[in-house]
């Protein structure tokens, strides 16, 4: 089975710009969440997704947004790019959510701001 | 509010002998621990988990965690290092929020250096 997949994996942007990042997640899993990994604060969740609706969200402004579609494919927006969003952005699937949810992570889409 | 706390930012050890990394966590209830490793450039990879059933797990690559509640420990160890092992190790409770969300804590890493 395929595991978790991420497009782009390296991308450059301009401060001011926005940027989309896509998530496919595990075949048959219906949870995604995203993370923002960076040097100085590790590893942050974004928010959570399950059946296209946002279940949870981070402490991140509002110029980070995401959604979920029907097959369970999620993208997560950044507008209006600062430096300090330069990180490496990761998605996880989950079959379920009886807690505690075991997550797979893709490999990251790595987001550089100039 | 759960948390987790890894006691070493970086661990050093020669190939072939004992591997230990130490977590420590916080939690009001029962908790449920990880433990993921994060080779150069890649995504993170499960470990080993623990789900208060037995409270020695065994997980992939010869690692092995145990849980000590008295202690409020989670070290992973392994009894032989492999070149391959260096990598970054995060030690994760997952917390069940308010409204049954589910949410991964991660603490802030520990990067494994193995020597020959």
């Known amino acids: 089975k395929a595991g978790v997949t991420q497009t782009p994996r390296y991308l450059i942007k301009t401060r001011g710009q926005q940027v989309t990042l896509s998530c496919s997640p595990i075949?048959?899993?219906?949870?995604v969440s995203w993370y923002q990994q960076t040097p100085g604060q590790g590893l942050q969740f974004l928010f959570e997704?399950?059946?296209?609706?946002?279940?949870n969200k981070g402490n991140f402004p509002g110029r980070f947004s995401g959604r979920q579609f029907s097959n369970s494919r999620s993208e997560m927006n950044v507008s209006t790019l600062e430096l300090g969003d330069s990180a490496l952005y990761l998605c996880?699937?989950?079959?379920?959510?009886?807690?505690?949810?075991?997550?797979?992570f893709g490999p990251g889409t790595r987001l550089t701001v100039t | 509010a759960q948390s987790v706390t890894q006691l070493d930012s970086h661990v050093s050890v020669s190939e072939g002998t004992p591997v230990l990394l130490r977590c420590n966590y916080s939690?009001?209830?029962?908790?449920?621990l990880f433990w993921y490793v994060q080779h150069p450039n890649k995504g993170l990879q499960l470990l080993l988990k623990?789900?208060?059933?037995?409270?020695l797990v065994k997980g992939i690559n010869g690692f092995e965690a145990e849980f000590k509640k008295s202690e409020t420990s989670f070290h992973l160890t392994k009894p032989s290092a492999h070149m391959s092992d260096a990598a970054e190790y995060f030690c994760?409770?997952?917390?069940?929020?308010?409204?049954?969300?589910?949410?991964?804590?991660f603490g802030a890493g520990t990067r494994l250096a193995v020597h020959p």
């Open positions: 996880a699937s989950s079959l379920t959510l009886e807690w505690p949810v075991e997550q797979y």
């Open positions: 075949s048959g899993h219906r949870s």
């Open positions: 997704y399950f059946s296209e609706t946002q279940r």
């Open positions: 939690s009001s209830y029962s908790p449920s």
């Open positions: 623990y789900t208060s059933a037995a409270t």
């Open positions: 994760v409770v997952s917390d069940l929020g308010t409204g049954g969300y589910n949410k991964l804590i």
